[in-house]
Each structure stands twice: as C-alpha cells, then as structure tokens.
C-alpha cells in the first residue's frame, strides 16, 4: 500500500523519536486521515525488525478496525487479548488487546515486562487513566505511541505529562487544503438556548440536564432541519438515549427516514448497514459513534450535545469529514447555545489559532445567515484578531517605554530584536509549560530582562537562546538596545555590543547628555 506524504513523514517521524530516544511519543492525524493506515506502517517496520508489538484500544470495535487494517494493509495477522481469547501460545508477532482485559492483575501477570518491545495506544487521549497506566507500568520499557485526533492544546499539555515528545501533527486546515478531507461549512441556526443553570459532570456539562433543557426545542430543532437538511445524509449527537429516540420520532413525522442507535441496540449492526445503505438518511444517536465509525458519505453533522471539550466535538465532526464521490462539503450546524460561565466549543474551534480568533470567527459565522466556509472565517478573524494584538502590543511597548523601567520587559525585547515567534509564544506541550527554574530566572534578570514576565520554561528556553546566541556573536544586549534606543538611536538591535558599549560610555563622560543632535541618523563605525 503506498502512503499519502504525510502518512510516511509521519511514520519515519515516530521511528526517529524512538531512534532518538524518546520512548513515549505522539501522533496527531485528524480523523478520516488515516491514522490506522499509519500505524500498522509503523507495525510492520517493527515486525521486520523483530519486535513484539501490543495494540491497545478501550473498545471492542477499534480493536477489530485495527485488526482489519492492518491485514489489508501489511498482511500481518493478529492474536487477541479480549475477554476470553489470549495471546499466550501465540506465534503472531503483534496482539490486540482491550485495555479492560489487559488491565486485570491476573493476565497482566502472565505477561513478562518486557513481553513487549512496542505499545500503540489508539484514542491515545484516554492513555492518561488508571487502566491504561497499569498496563503501561507494567511493561515500561517498551517503546510506546500514542495516536490521536485531538487538536485540543489543552489535551495536549494534559498528555505531555506522560508521553515526551510530539513526532508529527498533521491539522485539519491543511488535511482540507491538500484535498485529503472534506471542506467545512458551518451554519448557525437561530434558535437560542439556554444552558446556564446546567450544572458540569467529569469536566463537562451533564448530559442528564442538557437533556432535559432541549427538549422542549426538539421540535422547532427538526423543523428548520427541513429546511438545510432534507436531501442530505445526516448523524445527530444527542446527549440522551430518550431524547435521540423522541427527535427521531419528530423527524419522521416530518418526513425525514430517520433512525437511532443506542449501546443497548440488539439490531445496531443492522440499521448502521441500513444507513449506510440509503434506507436511512438521518441517524440519531446519544454519543453512541463519536469514535470507530466510519460512513464517508455523511454530509451534514448537527451536534446537539453542547460541550465544552474540543476533542469530544472533534470527535462528532470526524463523522462526516471524510471524502466521498459527489460529496462536495460537509454542512455543520451549529446553534446559539447561552451560558454564561463556560465557553462552549463551536465550528470555528475546530481549526482556529488561539481562542481569540475562535471567539471572533464564531460571532461571524452567526451573523453570516448562510453556511459560510470555516477556514475562510477563521482567515478573516485572524486579520482581525492580529491586526488588534499589535496594536495592543504598541500601546503596551509605549507604556514601557514611558515607565523607564531598569529591566526590559520580555515583550519589548522580542519586539526590540523583531523576532514575532518570542513574541506570540504560547507553551503547548510536557516541560515547555511548566514554571521556569530558579536559574533561568536569574540568568534572565542578569542579562537585563524582567524574570517576573517569563511564566513558562519553555519561554525561559527561548528568550536565554537568543540572549546567549547574540553575546555568542558580539551582538548588542538587551540592556543597550534599550538604554539607546529610548535615547532615539535606530537599530542598536543590529550593532555591535563593542560599537553600543563605545557609545554608552561616550554619553557617560558627557554627564549622560546625548552627544548626537541626530541620534536617529546616527550609524556606529
């Protein structure tokens, strides 16, 4: 099977951090890109070297697509860890295990610690709990990759605290832009509601009372569903098994071939194939196929479970992202959801920068009336949001520079020496977010910048970097740049530390007078 570029950028990455020595590490491919294809790549170079590897999934379902895959795709069989098949006795080289098998005491034990030589963890953003650690502990010498679709950079500072390094990430602007995924339209309908006195749940809103807030809408819901959705083959994520089987009923009635499926569905298999089939063209569910379901021609997603967790939406949108003949786009519809205390995710999060740019692309979209393209949205909120970030950044070096202050504050010193990615740094992943040290902090005050503005290691990393890279080089510090340049001499950033040095001690000798009645033409020998 030949690789798409990415696929094999991505398979080369991982076994460069494991060559590197970066045992743990991360894959993140949005869904409907293939990341099953990956890793069974990854399987088979491993196989060749004689390794043994486990695959491990919190599902029955991911469990058998990556059997599935992987024998298509490499010839490789499997044996299974699940209920009551085992791979003791096995020849196969590579298992798949359930991580609530795998995790009892009593078949872990069979297992010698280093049994296995790789782990691959799919969904990887459940690897953080107790019964994944277990498993994990248990064979920790083994070289372990964690695939994920999540873009969610708070979920990614979350697993840094176990895996050590990102190989490869592949987003969903640039999946849509290389032809790999369907593009996105989003259309906000104007029906508002309310959720602020819905109480939270293990991180998230509860699904008991987010349900009984939406049903009273159900019916106004399905109603200006007639009017986008018709034609089109959708899923709806609803946070109840009751609600998804009451607005499946209202659909109908509305003339919509509508079905549902719930984890208790004896004929699910059946009405998934029915779907897929035509037979159906709407498909409710109470978050039943946010993972392990594949139907590429889905063309219209509504999520009515609000929540504020941006890889469990990502989830519900993958369902209808990939590709598929005379599919041209994939509709998301998206509602005025009020609280007043939690900022809920919405089509725009998806894809966008920062929160700032998400928060301005999602008041477009809901002005727009018409589904409008997310990456164009984001594009323009972007605009927007950069070119209000450098005026705020203006007024800000304008208050430092009227402050005088003795130390250089790190913005200014970015800004002093225009490097925009010091500026614009946000700490995203492991160590890079955590508090900077002690003697970062004091080898950031005695190279004259303000420790008390550096908040992350990461961002102590960087700014030392430069600090040292440019007395490595006889460059001008960060305390000449700013002594001469609030004296009105220009680009003391590109000077010497010899040249700015010669003409500090220059002013010094005139009793701190400017000698230059022109600083601002002033050019250093």
Same mark, same amino acid.
């Given at each position: 099977?030949?690789?798409?570029p ?6 080369e990455?991982v076994?460069?951090e494991?060559?590197?020595?970066h045992?743990?590490?991360l894959?993140?491919?949005? $869904?409907?890109t ?7 790549k ?17 599902r029955?379902?991911l ?5 599935d895959?992987l024998?298509?795709s490499t ?6 860890e ?29 297992f ?15 690897? #953080? ?10 064979f920790?010498?083994?070289?372990v #990759? =964690?695939?994920?679709a ?8 979350n697993?840094?605290?176990y ?7 592949? $987003?969903?602007?640039?999946a ?9 339209k ?5 029906i508002?509601?309310d959720?602020t =006195?819905?109480?939270?749940s @293990? ?11 939406l049903?009273p809408?159900l ?10 959705c ?18 499946r009923?209202i #659909? ?10 719930? =984890? ?12 897929e ?13 946010t993972?392990?379901w ?19 939406y990502?989830?519900m ?5 990939r ?6 786009e994939?509709l998301?519809?998206d ?13 725009a ?11 301005a ?10 589904p ?9 909120? @972007?605009?927007?949001?950069?070119a209000?970030?450098?005026?705020? #950044?203006?007024?800000k ?32 992943? =492991? ?23 550096v908040?992350?290691?990461?961002k ?5 970097n ?15 740049i ?38 601002q ?5």
């Open positions: 099977m030949q690789l798409r990415y696929q094999g950028t991505a398979k990455k076994l460069l494991w060559e590197a020595g045992k743990r590490t894959l993140v491919l949005p $869904t409907g293939g990341k099953t294809i990956v890793f069974s990854i399987i088979e170079e491993c196989v060749r070297q004689g390794k043994r590897i486990l695959v491990m999934a919190h029955g379902e469990l058998d697509q990556a059997a895959k024998e298509k010839g490789l069989k499997t044996a299974k699940k209920a009551e098949e085992t791979s003791i006795g096995s020849w196969e080289r590579v298992v798949v295990g359930s991580v609530q098998s795998m995790m009892q005491v009593k078949r872990l034990s069979r010698k610690p280093d049994h296995f030589d790789v782990i691959i963890i799919d969904e990887a953003h459940h690897a #953080l709990s107790s019964s994944y650690q277990l498993v994990l502990n248990h920790e010498e083994a070289d #990759l =964690g695939v994920t999540t873009p969610d950079r708070g979920d990614m500072k697993l840094g605290s895996f050590e390094s990102l190989a490869y990430e592949y $987003t969903l602007p640039k849509i832009k290389e032809g790999y995924l369907s593009p996105i989003a259309l906000t309908l104007p508002h509601l959720i =006195g819905v109480k939270q @293990a991180g998230d809103f509860s699904a008991g009372q987010v349900g009984s807030v049903d809408y019916q106004k819901i399905a109603e200006e569903m007639v009017k986008h018709m034609d089109r083959k959708t899923v709806v994520f609803l946070p109840l098994v009751k609600t998804s089987q009451k607005f009923d #659909l109908n009635q509305l003339g919509f071939k509508a079905a549902e499926v719930n =984890g208790s569905s004896k004929d699910r298999e059946q009405v998934l194939k029915d779907f089939s035509g037979k159906y063209n709407v498909l409710c569910n109470s978050m039943l196929l993972e392990g594949d139907c590429p021609s889905v063309d219209t997603v509504v999520v009515l479970r609000p929540t504020k967790v941006r890889s469990l990502s989830q949108v993958g369902r209808g992202t590709l598929y003949p005379g599919k041209e994939l998301l519809l509602f005025l959801w009020h609280t007043d205390r939690h900022e809920l995710v919405h089509p999060h998806l894809i966008a920068e920062d929160a700032e740019v998400a928060k692309a999602t008041k477009m979209i809901e002005e727009a009336g018409v409008v393209d997310i990456e164009e949205v984001q594009e323009a909120a @972007a605009e927007e949001a950069t209000q970030r450098e005026e705020a #950044l203006a007024k070096l304008e208050q430092l520079k009227r402050k005088k202050k003795r130390l250089v504050d790190p913005l200014q010193f970015a800004m002093s020496i225009e490097d925009k990615d010091l500026a614009n740094y946000v700490p995203m992943f =492991g160590q890079e977010a955590e508090p900077p040290s002690a003697d970062q902090l004091k080898q950031i005050e005695k190279a004259g910048i303000d420790p008390t503005e908040d992350s290691k990461g102590a990393d960087k700014i030392l430069h600090v040292n890279q440019r007395e490595a080089n006889n460059l001008s510090s960060a305390k000449q700013k002594q001469l340049s609030q004296r009105g001499y220009q680009n003391v950033e590109s000077w010497s530390f010899d040249q700015a040095s010669k003409l500090i001690k220059s002013i010094a000798v005139n009793k701190w007078r400017t000698p230059h009645t022109n600083p033409g002033y050019v250093p020998e």
